[in-house]
């Protein structure tokens, strides 16, 4: 007899998700606070993409690992997912004390290199965790939960770097006072906020056959890789076409996270950080509320996304979502005036919306659940190959073909978002019919 997992309430969905808001918060960071920081230490246009290759490696290197060896995992007391995005979440919080006290810039990448390894380490176990606690008709609303927390998580970390220079005024050490407010407060929201989950959420225990298959198995240190490497010659047809739409679709977001600052203190400003490194602060604070705005609208449309994906299908929204983006894109380079960037980076929050949630719809369906773990893992690997395409390949894109002007690097993204649009629409996938029937 297959078992029929327990229905949630909002509630008992809403605090299982809560985590995910600390791990997003210390994303939000890297995201907006990293190539500020870099910039306040000295790096040159060109190391930005390079000093950035922390996030890929890691999540190249590291959630595939911890997603097969959580399938494998179980502990009565500490469960199978929970034990991982505990200590990920512990080492996050580690390091956002710590950066803040960089005093180089070889320092502030190494410690990108650890917070990047304690948030790999966290987030796809919590992809797995929604997949292992509910059913098919549940998942829509789980997956955009996290999308609606991405959201919160953002906005607050960055509307912290807009609110904290005007409250934490001058420098300590080598970085602005800010900095160290909004990176220690990221450090508690990390690790409350799963501590939260941890209490509030238990995990489905596994049968006595699924327990007696994992004392059976023979496990070794090269296993995990060994389960990766069949996982992906077994990987379903719809995942290989969904990673051609995140090979444009995640390299097009790391152009726009290095280089938002930069863009917005050319095109409002007239400022980089060596004419007039005021101005560019401005800019910096400046486009922490104005990535704050695009994470806002994130958690205020990701709800309503669970119904459209419903009744039109994950793919047509994705795709809707991914055309508001790349619309937004395109418009955001040749804005003057400051407020107007709202407007334009709304699209992308849409946009953000979707892509936090909406692709894993596509694809848990033709998933096993003994693989969930190994699978989003894999999933990972598809965002993070982009990236890591993108930080090798985009210093010399920048330098040789778009004049080294960050502007034409948000441009060279809105195309290939694009781009990404005609792919999600190429995907053939059951995923409607499978919600539907739900």
């Known amino acids: ?29 890297q995201q907006s606070a990293v190539t500020p920081i870099y910039d306040f230490l000295g790096a040159d246009p060109s190391q930005i993409p390079i000093l950035h290759l922390a996030g890929p490696m890691t999540g190249l290197l590291i959630q595939p690992l911890i997603g097969a060896m959580s399938d494998k995992t179980w502990h009565p007391k500490f469960g199978r997912r929970k034990p991982y995005f505990f200590i990920g979440a512990l080492i996050c919080s580690i390091c956002l004390l710590a950066f803040p006290f960089s005093s180089s810039l070889w320092m502030a990448a190494g410690l990108l290199w650890i917070l990047d390894a304690g948030n790999n380490t966290a987030m796809e176990p919590y992809r797995a965790f929604i997949a292992d606690k509910l059913d098919a008709a549940q998942q829509p609303l789980g997956f955009q939960m996290q999308s609606f927390f991405t959201g919160i998580g953002q906005v607050l970390a960055n509307v912290s770097l807009f609110i904290f220079p005007m409250i934490f005024i001058g420098t300590t050490g080598s970085l602005p006072t800010w900095v160290y407010a909004s990176f220690f407060l990221g450090a508690v929201c990390s690790i409350g906020s799963i501590l939260w989950t941890m209490k509030t959420t238990n995990e489905i225990p596994p049968t006595e056959e699924e327990l007696e298959a994992l004392r059976s198995e023979k496990r070794s240190i090269f ?40 863009s917005i203190a050319l095109s409002v400003w ?10 560019y602060e401005q800019a910096a604070s400046w486009t922490g509320l104005v990535n704050g705005w695009y994470n806002a609208v994130t958690f205020l449309v990701a709800f309503a996304l669970v119904g459209y994906a419903k ?22 380079p040749h804005i003057e005036n400051k407020n107007l960037l709202f407007f334009a980076i709304t699209g992308f929050g849409i946009g953000w919306a979707s892509i936090m949630g909406i692709p894993y719809l596509m694809v848990v369906h033709d998933i096993p659940k003994e693989r969930y773990g190994v699978y989003m893992g894999i999933i990972n690997m598809m965002i993070v190959i982009p990236m890591l395409f993108q930080t090798i390949s985009f210093g010399y ?41 739900a």
């Open 270 to 279: 007239n400022a980089t950080p060596k004419s007039n490194p005021e101005a």
């Open 1 to 29: 007899m297959k078992f029929k997992k327990p229905k949630l309430t909002f509630w008992q969905i809403w605090n299982m998700n809560i985590g995910f808001f600390g791990i997003q918060y210390s994303f939000g960071l």
């Open 223 to 262: 296993h995990p890789l060994i389960e990766i490497y069949e996982a992906i010659g077994d990987m379903p047809k719809v995942m290989w076409q969904l990673a051609l739409v995140y090979l444009f679709q995640w390299y097009a977001l790391f152009c726009y996270w290095q280089n938002s600052s930069k």
């Open 397 to 437: 894109i920048l330098e040789h073909f778009l004049d080294n002007d960050p502007r034409n690097a948000i441009t060279f993204a809105g195309v290939l978002l694009l781009i990404s649009v005609i792919c999600t629409l190429l995907i053939k996938s059951k995923a409607k019919e499978k919600i539907a029937a």
């Open 311 to 332: 009744k039109y299908s994950p793919k047509r929204v994705h795709a809707f979502c991914l055309l508001l983006a790349a619309i937004g894109f395109l418009v955001f």
